[in-house]
C-alpha cells in the first residue's frame, strides 16, 4: 500500500531523508555529512556526487530503518540546499567541476562590476535578487569560462545546469528528467518571477546560454519517476522545493502576512505576501514561496549569514562552552548592567546591509567581562538582526501599501531550541514568537507538497489546521530597557559598518 512519503532534505552541511507516514509523522529517518571543500579565501565546494551519493544512502537507509519498502512510498519530496550551482554531461551525467556553493563570494569582483555599471535595476526588477555571489548566474558564468572547453559544450547543448534538486533529479530518473521549480529558479538570478519564464535579457546580461536550462515546473506537481535500480521499484516525484521555502510550507504560512525565521547555521525569515511582489527598498529579495496550478505565491526574504554559528564560533573558536546548550544557561546568567555587543559579521553582514566587506565586533567590554556576558551578546545578536529584517519587512509592505507582516513569528531550526533565545528575540521585537511541536519544518513541508500531490492528504487548509503549537513566546522587556538595548545595537552596528570604511 503507498502511504507513505519519502523525503530528501539535501543541505548544506549534511543530506537527511525521512520517511513520513499519512499523518506527517516522521517514522524513520538517516543523516549524512559530506566533505566542505574551501580551495582558496571566500570559494566554497561541494562534490556534486557527494550529494547524490548521501542522498541515496540515506534513502535507502531510512527506508530500512522504517521497515517499509518502496512498494510502500507513494511519493518522493526533495527539498534542497539553493542557489548551489552543477554543470554536468548530458551524455554521461558526470559534473565538469565541483558545484559552486551558495556560500562562495568568488564571482564577488564581477558582481560589483556589474553593480557599478547600473544592472541592479534590470535584475532587481526581473529576479526581484540583488547582484550578489550569493545567487547561481554569476556562478554558471564562472564555470563555463573557467572549465576548459565549457562554454563551446554548452553552446552546442551537450551540457546541463541545475541547483542541487535538478542534479538529484537527473539522477533520480536516470536522466529523463531535466526539470526545477519555481522556488529554485527564482534563486538563479535568470528567472522572470512575474511571468515564471526564464529571462532572455538577463541571460544575456550573464552571457548564459539557454540550452543548459532546466525546464521550470510547479513545485508541487509532476517530476517523473525514480529509476527501479535506486529502490527496487519506480517511485513518482511529486515535489521539489528550496529548502527555505520548503519550511515555509511546512509553517504552513500560507496567507499574506505570515512570516517564519529557521535559526540555523545562518538564519532565513520569509515573509508570504501572496500574489503581491513589493519591490523592496530595504535591500530585501522579492522571491516565489511556492507555485502550484501553475499559480505563483511570492515572498519577501531577508538572510543572517551567522546565527547559529556564532554559537559554534564560541565553542569551537573561543572554547568558552562546550556545547551549544551552554550558551543559554552561561546567558541567563549574565550580569544585567553590562551592555556588550556582539556584531557577528564573521562572513559580512547580509540583509539588510549587504555588506560582505563588515567584520565582527565585540564591544562594551569592562575587566568585569566575563564569558556570561559575552555568550548573553551572540544569543541576542540573533534576535537584534531579526528586528533589523522584520522592520524592513514591514516598511518594504507599507511602502507598497500592503498589510504589514502578521504580529506573530513561526519559529524553527536548531537554535529555536533555546527557550532564552526566543524569548528575547519576542522582547526585542516586541511581538510573540510562536514555536510549533514539528521543528523539522523543511522535510515537513516537502513532505506535505508531495503527499497532497499522491492524494494521501487534503490541501494546504487541512495541514494549517494540524499545525501545532509548542510554546507561544510572549514579549515581556520594559519599553524603555528595550529601546535602550535597541540605540546600543544600532551603534555596534555603524561602528562594525564604518571600521571597513
Ligand atoms: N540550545 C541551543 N542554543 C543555541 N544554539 C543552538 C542550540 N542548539 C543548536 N544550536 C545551534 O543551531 C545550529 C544547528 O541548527 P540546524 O538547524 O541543525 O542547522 P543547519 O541546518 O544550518 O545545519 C548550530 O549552529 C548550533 O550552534
Ligand atoms: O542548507 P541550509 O539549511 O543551510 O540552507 C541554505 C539556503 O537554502 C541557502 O540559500
Not at 506527517?24 to 557527494?50: I, K, L, M, Y
Not at 575587566?367 to 518594504?396: F, K, N, P, W
Request: hydrophobic content about 45%.
Amino acid at each position: 500500500m503507498e502511504t507513505h512519503i519519502l523525503v530528501i532534505d539535501q543541505g548544506t552541511t549534511s543530506t537527511r531523508s525521512i520517511v513520513f507516514d499519512r499523518n506527517f509523522t516522521p517514522v524513520a529517518s538517516a543523516q549524512r555529512e559530506f566533505p566542505q571543500s574551501f580551495p582558496h579565501p571566500g570559494w566554497v565546494e561541494h562534490d556534486p556526487r557527494d550529494l547524490w551519493e548521501t542522498s541515496l544512502a540515506t534513502m535507502r537507509d531510512a527506508l530500512a530503518r522504517s521497515g517499509l519498502t518502496a512498494a510502500d512510498i507513494a511519493a518522493i519530496g526533495i527539498a534542497n540546499q539553493r542557489e548551489t550551482t552543477v554543470l554536468w554531461d548530458r551524455e554521461t551525467g558526470e559534473p565538469i567541476a565541483p558545484a559552486i556553493v551558495w556560500q562562495d563570494r568568488r564571482t564577488a569582483d564581477l558582481c560589483n562590476r556589474l553593480t557599478a555599471e547600473g544592472c541592479e535595476g534590470l535584475v532587481a526588477e526581473r529576479s526581484g535578487l540583488l547582484i550578489d555571489p550569493y545567487f547561481s548566474a554569476t556562478k554558471i558564468g564562472w564555470l563555463l569560462d573557467n572549465v576548459p572547453g565549457a562554454r563551446s559544450r554548452a553552446e552546442r547543448g551537450a551540457l546541463a545546469f541545475g541547483t542541487v534538486d535538478t542534479f538529484l533529479l537527473w539522477q533520480l530518473t536516470g536522466g529523463a528528467v531535466h526539470a526545477t521549480d519555481a522556488t529554485n529558479a527564482a534563486r538563479t538570478m535568470l528567472f522572470d518571477i512575474h511571468s515564471g519564464v526564464w529571462d532572455e535579457d538577463l541571460l544575456r546580461l550573464f552571457q548564459i546560454p539557454a540550452t543548459i536550462l532546466p525546464e521550470v515546473r510547479d513545485t508541487a506537481g509532476a517530476f517523473g519517476t525514480a529509476a527501479a535500480t535506486w529502490l527496487g521499484r519506480e517511485v513518482p516525484v511529486l515535489a521539489m522545493v528550496g529548502d527555505q521555502q520548503a519550511s515555509l510550507v511546512g509553517q504552513a504560512c500560507f496567507s499574506p502576512g505570515l512570516a517564519k525565521a529557521t535559526y540555523g547555521t545562518g538564519a532565513f525569515m520569509l515573509l508570504n505576501t501572496g500574489d503581491a511582489r513589493p519591490r523592496s527598498r530595504h535591500r530585501l529579495l522579492t522571491t516565489i514561496a511556492y507555485q502550484w496550478d501553475g499559480k505563483r505565491t511570492y515572498a519577501l526574504e531577508g538572510s543572517i549569514f551567522s546565527a547559529g554559528s556564532t554559537v559554534q564560533w564560541l565553542r569551537d573558536s573561543l572554547g568558552i562552552i562546550t556545547t551549544a546548550a551552554e550558551s543559554t544557561r552561561l546567558a541567563a546568567e549574565a550580569a544585567d548592567d553590562q551592555p556588550v555587543y556582539l556584531v557577528p559579521a564573521f562572513a559580512g553582514l547580509g540583509a539588510p546591509h549587504w555588506r560582505s566587506d563588515a567584520r565582527a565586533t565585540l564591544s562594551g567590554l569592562t575587566r568585569g567581562t566575563t564569558r556570561r556576558e559575552i555568550a548573553r551578546a551572540a544569543l541576542e545578536s540573533v534576535g537584534y538582526q531579526t528586528l533589523d529584517l522584520l522592520e524592513a519587512m514591514r516598511a518594504d509592505m507599507l511602502d507598497a501599501g500592503l498589510e504589514g507582516a502578521e504580529a506573530v513569528i513561526r519559529v524553527d531550526g536548531g537554535m529555536s531550541d533555546s527557550d532564552w533565545t526566543m524569548q528575547f528575540i519576542a522582547d526585542v521585537l516586541g511581538n510573540p514568537v510562536d514555536r510549533p511541536v514539528v521543528r523539522e519544518t523543511t522535510a515537513l513541508g516537502a513532505a506535505f507538497l508531495a503527499g497532497w500531490r499522491a492524494g494521501l492528504y487534503g490541501g494546504p487548509e487541512e495541514f494549517a489546521r494540524n499545525w501545532h503549537l509548542d510554546r507561544r513566546f510572549s514579549p515581556e522587556m520594559a519599553d524603555d530597557r528595550r529601546s535602550s538595548k535597541i540605540k546600543g545595537w544600532r551603534h555596534a552596528v555603524a561602528q562594525a559598518l564604518h571600521a571597513q570604511d
